[in-house]
């Protein structure tokens, strides 16, 4: 997120006028700066000169964006210019370290570009200062402007969108680790203390107070919560009928139940534990709470999120169905059912974020073809062709989510039949060579036949992702090897090539979805990190096995290997 927002921070100061741009996302209320182009000294709010790196990470409310800065300034289609002096802010936080004596513009003015998504909501602000010439944009700039500031806009969206979709996957892989943990113990308090590990390490808490109403003991890796588990008895009833979740800390209080007196109980009690918040999780089935969770964060953490809160709501939920089952049922039919549930869940999400983001590609494309805010053809061309580029990566993320989504299919049978390996491996080896040769890299190609039963298509598809990410991640001059062979009774596809290598720490989470490497090399080249997270889902349901060898900068090799026919 933040190389891409930088790039087009940067390109804002190279295109716009501007001595400083700065790019901040809405996370959770808070306006939190993401990437600064521009100048390499700034003014804090009290006047002190800060490096860059101080304006990094610096939050502020979006209250004071929303209710103090835009409704008193001046529209100028996109952006919003303030005046100095026409409010009581001076300023959001920081400004260019610069002397204006003679220009027009004042250190405390603010061009400012609120930035919101198709639904109307506010997910960030594009702040400009230090025009180079000291002069405010005139009138016959300002479309021009306006048009590079509407690109960065659309940048932002995206990257805010694809962290969330990222982050709530992420917690959804933790919150169904927990059930599995969970499910496979017969009672609800061995259920609990199963689970809570993970959800600790996942949520990144100080502790965890998980209790089950008429049990006489809590299930609890801190007991500095325990002397509240009264109080959260008394209040996950109505948290439950209101289908919330409530966080009371010292400062970030959300649909927190209770009068002052409870507050004023769970503010003493936070100080004395040295802890800054709890998140307050009720755990039900139909009409009926269950028990509590009770997450604790120390002093310093991050406030709770949106989609921590939305998952800690259904690993509430989901606890609750395993509580309420786990007396009726055996632990092996319970783990069944809980798995299935969490399958079910994630598959319907990644479907349904598939469809949400063919609106935004369907905008991008539609704008391609509007744009016509200035008379520069060689801007036009750059904006549609950039826009363009964008709306085809967005597409291929919408293909391999929903291809994601049919492997991950219950009851979605094989289509097994008879397949010679090498003529489609030796196809999908064709369909690379235009896009190696392009690159500088050689494919060299040794396949025989071998023979296994399986989906044709499916294979190719398993081909195609490993020797394209092979050529993608190669250097010129560099070979990727492709062979097809059988081994025992086993059929083996093997792609190796001389190129970046991956980390140990990466390949320990190469397989699972939107993980990509941590190396800048790596990340300096597209994709969707879904690629491999396909690979291991056909290759499993095929039933065969992948293995990888690599080191950095010394290459990587990938074997398939899958049951011979």
């Known amino acids: 997120m933040a190389e891409s927002l930088q790039l087009a921070a940067e390109s804002l100061?190279?295109?716009?006028?501007?001595?400083?741009?700065?790019i901040s996302a809405v996370r959770d209320d808070q306006v939190v700066t993401i990437a600064v182009a521009g100048a390499d000294r700034f003014l804090d709010a009290g006047g002190g000169s800060v490096e860059v790196g101080h304006v990094l990470g610096r939050s502020s409310p979006a209250s004071v964006l929303r209710d103090q800065l835009l409704p008193h300034a001046d529209?100028?289609?996109?952006?919003?210019?303030?005046?100095?002096?026409?409010?009581?802010?001076?300023?959001?936080?920081?400004r260019v370290d610069r002397d204006y004596t003679g220009s027009a513009w004042h250190p405390d003015d603010m061009l400012l570009a609120p930035v919101h998504d198709d639904r109307g909501t506010l997910r960030g602000v594009i702040?400009?200062?230090?025009?180079?010439?000291?002069?405010?944009?005139?009138?016959?700039?300002?479309?021009?402007?306006?048009?590079?500031?509407?690109?960065?806009?659309?940048?932002?969206?995206?990257?805010?969108?694809?962290?969330?979709?990222?982050?709530?996957?992420?917690?959804?892989?933790?919150?169904r680790e927990a059930m599995r943990q969970a499910a496979r113990t017969p009672s609800p308090q061995e259920a609990l203390t199963e689970a809570t590990p993970g959800l600790v390490e996942g949520f990144g808490l100080a502790g965890l107070h998980a209790t089950?109403?008429?049990?006489?003991?809590?299930?609890?890796?801190?007991?500095?919560?325990?002397?509240?588990?009264?109080?959260?008895?008394?209040?996950?009833?109505?948290?439950?009928?209101?289908?919330?979740?409530?966080?009371?800390?010292?400062?970030?209080?959300l649909d927190a139940p209770g009068g002052a007196e409870e507050r004023t109980l769970v503010r003493d009690f936070l100080e004395r534990a040295d802890l800054e918040s709890v998140l307050l999780v009720p755990m039900g089935a139909g009409q009926a709470c269950l028990g509590s969770l009770a997450f604790s964060r120390a002093?310093?953490?991050?406030?709770?999120?949106?989609?921590?809160?939305?998952?800690?709501?259904?690993?509430?939920?989901?606890?609750?169905?395993?509580?309420?089952?786990?007396?009726?049922?055996?632990?092996?039919?319970?783990?069944v059912r809980e798995l299935r549930e969490l399958d079910t869940y994630k598959r319907e999400l990644v479907a349904a974020i598939s469809h949400e983001l063919r609106t935004p590609i369907a905008s991008i494309l539609s704008n391609a073809e509007l744009i016509g805010s200035t008379d520069d053809d060689d801007d036009v061309r750059r904006g549609?062709?950039?826009?363009?580029?964008?709306?085809?990566?967005?597409?291929?993320?919408?293909?391999?989510?929903?291809?994601?989504?049919?492997?991950?299919?219950?009851?979605?049978e094989l289509a097994a039949t008879p397949v010679d390996l090498e003529p489609v491996v030796r196809e999908v080896v064709d369909l690379q060579r235009g896009v190696a040769t392009l690159r500088g890299v050689e494919i060299d190609s040794r396949c025989e036949s071998a023979r296994t039963v399986g989906d044709a298509l499916e294979l190719a598809t398993v081909a195609g992702?490993?020797?394209?990410?092979?050529?993608?991640?190669?250097?010129?001059?560099?070979?990727?090897?492709?062979?097809?062979?059988?081994?025992?009774d086993?059929?083996?596809?093997?792609?190796?090539?001389?190129?970046?290598?991956?980390?140990?720490?990466?390949?320990?989470?190469?397989?699972?979805?939107?993980?990509?490497?941590?190396?800048?090399?790596?990340?300096?080249?597209?994709?969707?990190?879904?690629?491999?997270?396909?690979?291991?889902?056909?290759?499993?349901?095929?039933?065969?096995?992948?293995?990888?060898?690599?080191?950095?900068g010394a290459g990587s090799r990938f074997r398939v290997l899958l049951p011979g026919a």
């Open 490 to 552: 086993e059929v083996e596809l093997a792609v190796v090539d001389e190129g970046i290598g991956i980390t140990e720490q990466d390949r320990s989470r190469l397989f699972g979805e939107f993980q990509r490497g941590t190396d800048p090399e790596a990340l300096s080249q597209p994709g969707t990190g879904l690629g491999l997270a396909i690979v291991d889902r056909i290759v499993r349901r095929h039933g065969g096995r992948v293995d990888v060898a690599s080191s950095p």
């Open 13 to 22: 100061c190279a295109f716009g006028g501007f001595g400083a741009a700065v």
């Open 212 to 253: 089950v109403f008429g049990t006489p003991d809590p299930a609890s890796s801190d007991e500095l919560l325990t002397p509240l588990g009264r109080l959260y008895r008394e209040l996950s009833p109505g948290l439950w009928r209101a289908q919330h979740v409530a966080v009371m800390g010292r400062t970030q209080q």
């Open 465 to 488: 992702n490993l020797i394209g990410n092979a050529v993608k991640y190669s250097r010129p001059g560099d070979v990727v090897r492709v062979s097809v062979r059988r081994a025992d």
């Open 384 to 412: 549609v062709a950039a826009m363009e580029r964008g709306a085809r990566r967005m597409s291929g993320l919408v293909t391999e989510l929903l291809l994601l989504a049919r492997l991950d299919e219950p009851g979605r």
């Open 127 to 175: 702040s400009l200062d230090g025009p180079v010439d000291g002069q405010l944009p005139p009138p016959e700039r300002r479309p021009l402007l306006e048009h590079y500031v509407a690109q960065a806009a659309r940048i932002l969206v995206t990257a805010v969108e694809r962290e969330e979709l990222a982050e709530r996957l992420r917690l959804l892989d933790v919150a």
């Open 299 to 335: 002093v310093g953490a991050p406030p709770w999120s949106r989609e921590e809160r939305r998952v800690a709501q259904d690993v509430g939920r989901d606890l609750g169905r395993l509580i309420a089952d786990s007396e009726a049922l055996h632990r092996e039919q319970r783990l």
């Open 75 to 94: 529209r100028w289609g996109l952006l919003h210019y303030l005046p100095h002096g026409r409010t009581d802010v001076t300023h959001v936080g920081w």
